[in-house]
């Protein structure tokens, strides 16, 4: 629920800025991607972990950045998020790891630092076209 | 939860009154989808005219619940919304998923109902 009132938050400031309807669709769905990564991975099991999101439209993308104090990226990498092709078969299909892939779809200018016990994540989520 | 079942012309309308369906709610929703369509028509359609939001774990849900309700029931989505066309067409999990852009004239009924 935190980051579902995160997610209004930080929609509320895109409106206010003038963002297109769809530029915030992408903006939202990217944004609560990376949020529910960092509390599930970076601060699972931390209910007193730091998340902090700062987001300003600059009148073409939605520049973005989200800190945390959790647990570290894995080799420090950020995934790559493929998807492998879906199989014929129903039962093949996969349940998860989509959310890295849309992270990269909608995203420019990704990138990861790990500073004094920080995670820092920054990113501009770019239009697409539908 | 908000998940209300009507049966038309062969197929059970499932229509999802949720905004969003999402990692806060993706495990619940999967179940309730797997409760509601395990009796009746063997075709189930998922009305989703009301769904705004749908993240990763509210598409896994989606597969999942299709999966579970496979092979003597098929699960079909109706009436995706911009996020969930996205979502959808991104993830090219519109190449797996039957998508209705609108309920059938046999269920019309139940699309100016709610």
Not at chain 1, 76 to 94: F, K, N, Q, R, T
Not at chain 2, 32 to 52: F, H, I, K, M, W
Request: aromatic fraction near 6%; hydrophobic fraction near 45%.
């Amino acid at each position: 629920m935190a980051v579902r009132n995160a997610l209004a938050s930080v929609c509320d400031e895109w409106k206010r800025s003038g963002a297109a309807d769809d530029l915030q669709g992408s903006g939202e769905l990217v944004m609560a991607e990376v949020l529910n990564n960092v509390v599930e991975h970076a601060q699972a099991g931390r209910p007193e972990g730091i998340v902090e999101v700062a987001t300003h439209f600059d009148g073409v993308r939605l520049v973005c950045a989200v800190v945390d104090d959790g647990a570290p990226m894995p080799d420090l990498e950020l995934p790559l998020g493929h998807i492998a092709p879906y199989s014929d078969h129903l039962d093949e299909l996969p349940e998860g790891g989509f959310g890295w892939f849309l992270i990269r779809s909608m995203t420019q200018n990704l990138t990861y630092n790990r500073v004094e016990g920080w995670n820092q994540l920054h990113f501009d989520v770019c239009g697409t076209s539908d | 939860m908000l998940l209300e079942k009507q049966e038309f012309g062969g197929a059970q309308v499932i229509t999802v009154s949720e905004a969003r369906i999402d990692a806060a709610i993706a495990i619940q929703f999967k179940e309730r989808v797997r409760e509601l369509a395990s009796n009746g028509p063997d075709r189930v359609v998922l009305n989703l005219s009301a769904v705004e939001f749908l993240d990763s774990s509210g598409l896994g849900a989606l597969v999942a619940a299709m999966k579970q309700l496979a092979p003597d029931r098929r699960l079909e989505l109706a009436c995706p919304t911009e996020t969930v066309r996205k979502v959808l067409r991104l993830t090219r999990m519109d190449t797996v998923f039957t998508i209705h852009e609108e309920l059938d004239a046999a269920a019309d009924g139940i699309k100016h109902a709610s």
